[in-house]
């Protein structure tokens, strides 16, 4: 007998499609990636030193501190996830920075290339196709830099439960430090402990130095333990910086830093006075999971919107 409850499964990856590129486009789409990212370097230097634009950015006042010492350090970094917008022939648009949780790591640099391999064995691809992305040998080579010059000698992996997709994420990162020589143990968001001297330690009771989270700062800067970071002595991939970068504020701050780039799309804070009238415009909260919340509006009219999920990440 067959069960009422059932759920409609849907297909996670489409084999039938695929982006083919020039070296030449390619080189185009990593000079502008690399212009963009230095862009919203200048962007969180800008922030950090403004309480005005601290506050604009939602960031909680009890971490500004924190914030800002992070930045004041220059805390490392792995990653960021610059999403963009492009035709292959007019100019490279930047639509978002998915600087703190980025996903589809494991999928843009490990089945990719496991789909290349089997479409060229099938005769799909012309001979000498090749991959342009090398994710995996750089997340790897990023991991030894950070085990080696910046003495990350241990490495903590932190998500939430209940989400295979984060802990795939995860646990591929976690193969690619080991791969680097560094060191690392999982455990789960909520199995983080407080120690006596206000450190943080995992499910041993073993303080946590270095710990990588697959969790949002705009979670964390919320929650009961968000006093307690500054304390805690932990260094955090990605660091708190990063709360300024993966924040909407950036893209009406960037055009007003950078007016008329080539690279940006037009954008402006709702409440701007100055900003001028728009026929068609998306509209962005500033903390978004997975696209959630935002409209498009045309001729004053909303056209289409993505409703609130229930996602961890963006």
Same mark, same amino acid.
């Given at each position: ?8 499964? *849907?297909a ?9 590129f020039?070296?030449?486009?390619i080189?185009?789409l990593?000079?502008?990636?690399a212009? =963009? ?6 962007a969180?230097?800008?922030v950090?030193?403004s309480?005005?634009?601290l506050t ?8 500004? @501190?924190?914030?800002?010492e992070?930045?004041k350090? *220059? ?12 035709? &292959?022939?007019?100019?490279?648009? =930047?639509?978002?920075?998915?600087a703190?949780?980025p996903?589809s ?6 089945? %990719?290339?496991?789909?290349?391999? @089997? ?15 090398s994710l %995996?040998?750089? =997340?790897i080579?990023?991991?030894?830099t950070?085990h ?15 989400t ?5 994420t995860?646990?591929?990162? %976690?193969?690619?430090?080991?791969e ?12 983080i &402990? ?9 499910q041993?009771?073993q ?6 989270? =697959?969790?949002?700062?705009e979670?964390m800067?919320?929650?009961v ?7 805690? &002595?932990? *260094? ?10 993966s924040?909407?504020?950036?893209? +009406? ?8 780039? +080539?690279?940006l799309l037009?954008?402006?804070f ?14 962005? +909260?500033?903390?978004?999971?997975e696209?959630?919340n935002?409209?498009?509006?045309e001729? &004053? ?6 409703t ?5 990440r963006?």
């Open positions: 007998m067959a069960s009422s409850s059932h759920h409609v499964r *849907r996670y990856w489409c084999e039938d499609a695929y982006y083919q020039t070296l030449a486009q080189e185009q990593e000079d502008a990636t212009e =963009l990212h230095q862009m919203c370097l200048q969180v230097e800008k950090v030193n309480d005005a634009l604009r950015f939602s960031i909680p006042k009890h971490t500004w @501190d924190f914030v800002r992070s930045w350090l *220059r805390q490392p970094s792995l990653y960021s996830r610059l999403d963009l917008a492009w035709d &292959g022939k007019g100019e490279i648009k =930047l639509l978002e920075n998915n703190d949780t996903t790591l494991y999928e843009a640099a490990f089945f %990719q290339w496991i789909w290349l391999e @089997d479409q060229l064995n099938a005769g799909n691809l012309p001979q000498g196709s090749d991959q342009f992305n %995996q040998e750089k =997340l080579e990023r991991f030894a950070l080696q010059q910046h003495g990350f000698n241990w490495l903590h992996f932190a998500c939430c439960r209940d295979d997709e984060d802990r795939a995860v646990q591929y990162l %976690q193969d690619c430090a080991t680097a020589g560094l060191p690392s143990e999982f455990l789960y968001i909520d199995e &402990g407080l120690g006596e001297k206000g450190q943080f330690t995992d041993h009771d303080v946590i130095g270095n710990l990588f989270k =697959l969790y949002p700062w979670f800067l919320r929650e333990f968000s006093t307690k970071l500054a304390d805690a &002595g932990v *260094r955090w991939l990605e660091p708190a910086w990063k709360s300024i970068l924040n909407k504020a950036l893209l +009406p701050l960037l055009w007003e830093m950078f007016p008329n780039h +080539p690279n037009a954008a402006y709702a409440d701007d006075q100055n900003a001028p009238k728009l026929d068609k415009y998306v509209v962005k +909260p500033l903390f978004s999971r696209g959630a935002i409209t498009i509006v001729n &004053g009219q909303e056209i289409a919107r993505a609130a999920r229930t996602a961890k963006a």
